[in-house]
């Protein structure tokens, strides 16, 4: 007689649990003017075993690029891009998460988007400047103003107008050979692009000539012929003059006739 014992065995395969991939990471793209501060791009992340994650910043050559250049001892969740020179660069970031206590992969990674920064060089600063002109004719002792400075803005320029000339201003300079007062109507201002151009205006008004008084032009009634007559109707005579038309100061001869029993 054999008694006979049969044993039975079950395989329950161990399943093996990876580490957790870190959830994923999204950069925002940023532009800025040489010098500035950048704000610092945030790329971190979590997971959900309780590994221990490491981050690990990357510069690329454009959006595109999957192989980008290791930067040394960037290895912090955040990273602050330079912006002492301009132009454009690509960032990105890879977390990995590492759980020893895994039983499959050990570590997991996640890699964010590649970030563009944008560093402008500064624009020119716009320097406003004053110019002067006359509108028309001017006095000839009338100088126009000159000013060589420059201003931050239109409204600095605008104050920093000449005060030798005024609403009140006149000059008694000739003009054409004739006397009389200029008369200074003031400064108008007028901006093109960064220039503030101020024009001013005279007038001229001639002073009138009295009888006898030199006139504007030198010339006086003593240059000018002026008609000479007797009268007409003489009791007991005639009278003549000769010439009939002289200038001041020169000789005019009247002649006297008496008519017969007259002296």
Known sequence: TVVKFTGEWTFTETLKVNAAKPDPIRLTDASYTVGDSATALNGETTVTDNGEITYQWYEATSKDDQNGMLLEGKTTPTFTPDTAAAGTRFYYVVATNTNENATGEKTAETRSNTVQITVQEPAPVEMFTVRYEWDGEAPSDAKLPQDDHTY???????????????????????????????TFSGWTATVENTVVRFTGEWTFTETPVRPGQ????????????????????????????????????????????PDNGYK
Not at 235 to 254: C, L, Q, R
Request: proline residues 4%.
């Open 152 to 182: 931050d803005t239109e409204e600095q320029a605008r104050a920093a107008m000449d005060t030798t000339y005024t609403a009140n201003s006149t000059s008694t300079a000739r003009k054409d050979g004739k006397d009389g007062t200029w």
């Open 214 to 257: 030199p006139s504007s032009s030198g010339a006086s009634d003593r240059d000018q012929n002026h008609s000479v007559s007797a009268p007409s109707h003489v009791n007991g005579g005639a009278v003549s003059v000769t010439p009939s038309a002289a200038a001041k100061g020169s000789t005019v001869t009247i002649t006297a006739k």
